[in-house]
């Protein structure tokens, strides 16, 4: 059972235009949420996290927004750029992260266009 | 340079043979775990340890051991490896307390024919 699916495989999108990830969760427990990319043959790096008293958290060209009542967390990314192109993961915790747990979502492929 | 040194990076074994993939973290980090990525599952948990001498299983443990003997390493031990277990692995560390993120390795591409 995903408790924490990314529907989208795939998203494309001009250079300096918004790209928006999105990401539903099933288990009401989870209190943190946070954003990894991934380049080939690279580890996963933390990007940015939410925690589940907020509804938005902002850095620099990223923000991440959280809507509990539809258990939904989406990424902005704004203004893209082609070094964007990566897969997403969002991942949830319990307990802040405890003991390194993150739930992952599936990944979503972005690519941004020159 | 703070980091998570996973090896190695590609590995093909046979059905049966022991396999060992060692990570080791410089950041004097008390927390270290093991993922695995799967097409259309994104990173799953094997195994994780809160301090030396203290693991516990994740969400996928069978087929794997672990042990933790000293602060910086984490190796994970394939006694039987088979062939459900070809993966992409990642190692991952973090301090404790807070919300302090994963910091992960750059991953053991694993082959069991």
């Known amino acids: 059972d995903q408790q924490v699916k990314q529907n989208s495989p795939s998203l494309s999108v001009q250079e300096g235009r918004i790209s928006i990830l999105n990401c539903d969760y099933t288990n009401s427990m989870f209190d943190y949420f946070l954003w990894y990319k991934k380049y080939p043959a690279e580890g996963p790096t933390f990007l940015i996290s939410?925690?589940?008293?907020?509804d938005k958290n902002e850095d620099g060209r990223f923000t991440v927004f959280l809507n509990k009542s539809a258990k939904h967390l989406s990424l902005h990314i704004v203004p893209s750029q082609p070094g964007d192109s990566a897969v997403y993961f969002c991942a949830a915790s319990l307990g802040g992260t405890s003991y390194g747990k993150l739930t992952f979502g599936q990944g979503t492929i972005l690519t941004v266009h020159p | 340079e703070a980091q998570v040194t996973q090896n190695p990076r590609y590995l093909i074994t046979v059905t049966g043979k022991k396999l060992t993939v060692t990570c080791s973290q410089n950041?004097?980090?008390?927390?270290m775990s093991w993922y695995r990525q799967d097409p259309g599952l994104g990173l799953r948990q094997i195994y994780y340890?809160?301090?030396?001498?203290?693991?516990d299983k994740g969400d996928v443990p069978e087929g794997y051991k672990v042990s933790r003997k000293e602060k910086r390493n984490f190796p994970l031990i394939l006694e039987s490896p088979s062939p459900n277990q070809t993966s992409l692995y990642f190692c991952a560390s973090s301090s404790p307390g807070g919300n302090s993120p994963l910091h992960f390795g750059n991953g053991t591409r694993l082959t069991v024919t």
């Open positions: 340890s809160m301090n030396v001498e203290v693991t």
């Open positions: 939410i925690s589940s008293i907020k």
């Open positions: 950041m004097n980090h008390e927390y």
